[in-house]
């Protein structure tokens, strides 16, 4: 058996090792709840680059869908600019030739324009009432616009074909105009969806940043982690042996504290024994003596 001095020392041995466990174990808990917080703002980070990831996928996919439509109109447009260039120049051609044609017969006025105040004198003549000179005179201005308009006859179809032409010619521009505005539309949502897509690159690359630094802490953490767990187990193993060494001495003192205590019932009853042999009379406690179990 141990010395009282050892077992002392023993035992304050025995309950330091288990104040130093609890540490560990605290420690230990410590730093793995740090760990999986760190671990939480890492899955965070890693979904928010996820996210903007996906989000940029789509915004390439309808920004390259934009820009061949962009594409797509511009050669409408182009079609359509060359029809009008072609088509002015066709209407310059005629109104050289109207020109001409119009110097030839001496004409100033379109055709449409002489039919039409021949038509409105004519309308006036038979819905109002005028005196004999002045019906004669609007009479004689009809006659004279008849024949002004039956010689532009001659010319009568180059100023329908210039007329047509110039009709054409602005349903074109308005349609080439559609076509612009469409194209201005699309151009700039496209330009808006590249610089978002620019914009989350740069949040991406910042995110990988943060990324790095979240792995190399979540590393830091585990070998914190490692050192501790083996620290501690250590220090359990340690603390089993010197708790196994003080059971079995509390085990030795009470074996012989019993070995003792049978020792002295034993020889109590062999005194009560030799007071039996020599007819002495028995006292209350000679007789719980006897009682007792050896």
Do not use: C
Not at 175 to 180: C, G, I
Request: proline share 0%; charged share 45%; no cysteine.
């Amino acid at each position: 058996m141990l010395s009282t001095n050892e077992e002392k020392e023993l035992k304050e041995k025995v309950n330091e090792l288990n104040k130093k466990t609890k540490e560990l174990r605290s420690r230990l808990i410590q730093s793995n709840d740090q760990k999986k917080a760190q671990i939480g703002k890492k899955q965070a980070n890693s979904k928010q680059i996820v996210s903007l990831i996906s989000s940029n996928k789509q915004l390439r996919e309808e920004r390259d869908k934009l820009t061949s439509e962009v594409h797509a109109l511009k050669e409408k447009r182009k079609v359509l600019n060359q029809d009008i260039t072609k088509k002015i120049e066709e209407v310059k051609k005629l109104n050289e030739e109207k020109k001409k044609t119009a110097q030839k017969h001496g004409l100033r006025e379109d055709p449409s324009q002489i039919k039409s105040q021949i038509e409105r004198l004519e309308f006036k003549m038979e819905t109002e009432v005028f005196s004999f000179e002045k019906e004669t005179a609007l009479n004689k201005t009809v006659k004279e616009l008849k024949k002004k308009l039956e010689q532009s006859k001659q010319v009568s179809d180059i100023w329908d074909k210039a007329h047509k032409l110039s009709k054409e010619i602005d349903a074109l521009k308005t349609e080439a105009d559609k076509y612009h505005k469409e194209i201005q539309q699309k151009a700039s949502d496209s330009q808006r969806k590249h610089e978002l897509i620019i914009d989350n690159n740069k949040k991406i690359d910042d995110l990988k940043v943060e990324e790095k630094k979240f792995n190399a802490e979540l590393d830091q953490k585990s070998a914190e982690l490692s050192t501790v767990n083996k620290e501690l187990e250590d220090v359990l193993k340690v603390a089993s042996t010197e708790g196994f060494k003080l059971q079995e001495e509390k085990q030795k003192v009470e074996q012989s504290r019993q070995k003792k205590k049978k020792s002295s019932i034993s020889e109590m009853k062999k005194q009560v024994e030799e007071k039996l042999k020599k007819g002495e009379k028995l006292t209350n406690d000679d007789f719980m003596i006897m009682q007792q179990e050896e």
